[in-house]
């Protein structure tokens, strides 16, 4: 398996996916990198949902293009939400690029580090997946829509506990390309400052 290092620094965001199943040993690989992620306290309080039924993401496409499709774009809004909205407006906008596998990570809004937790969870999961050859990109939609009823009532139902919000989510699959990009990326930011 690759070296850490490797793995983190060649790990690129894939949006475009073979439709084959991820092997049952890879994913358990993955979920235990999220779950061995750091969190404030040790409070352990992420909740992994494993989305792997093709029927079941295909409901939460519609459903999130139709809450999306209803929400008016704002002056200085987030570009990635206005993207978001104005190409379900359009129509056939899938949140999660038609991965064969979504895990939403859910946490507690009481508890003051959810988001920072879930962030560590993910990106431990997307270092792994890329560790394993298998694509991944962090998907942002159902937090942005955690309050709405209708996809609160249905992450609800697919076993998200009442107290709990989406915070997160990643997309994994085998990408379309064969390996996933491993190109390095330019920055053009991620500023440093060294005090000797
Ligand atoms: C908090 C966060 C939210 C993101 N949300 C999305 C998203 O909803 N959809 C998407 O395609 N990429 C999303 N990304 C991926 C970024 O666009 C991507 O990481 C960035 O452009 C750098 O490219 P790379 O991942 O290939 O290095 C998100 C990344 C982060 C860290």
Redesign the pocket.
Known sequence: MMEAMEAILT???T?NFRQEAVEQDKLEKILEAGRQAPSGGNSQLNHFLVIRRADVIRELVEQVEKAFAKMEVTEGMYR?LRH?IEASRRGGYV?C?NAPVLIAVANRPDYGNHMADV?CA?ENMMIAANALDLGS?????LRWLNEEPGLLARMRALGMKEEERIY?AVSLGWPAAGKP?RNL?KLTGNEVTWID
């Open positions: 790990r690129r965001s949006r990635s978001s949140f690029y962030a993910i990109c962090w998907i942002n939609q997160g990009a990326m």
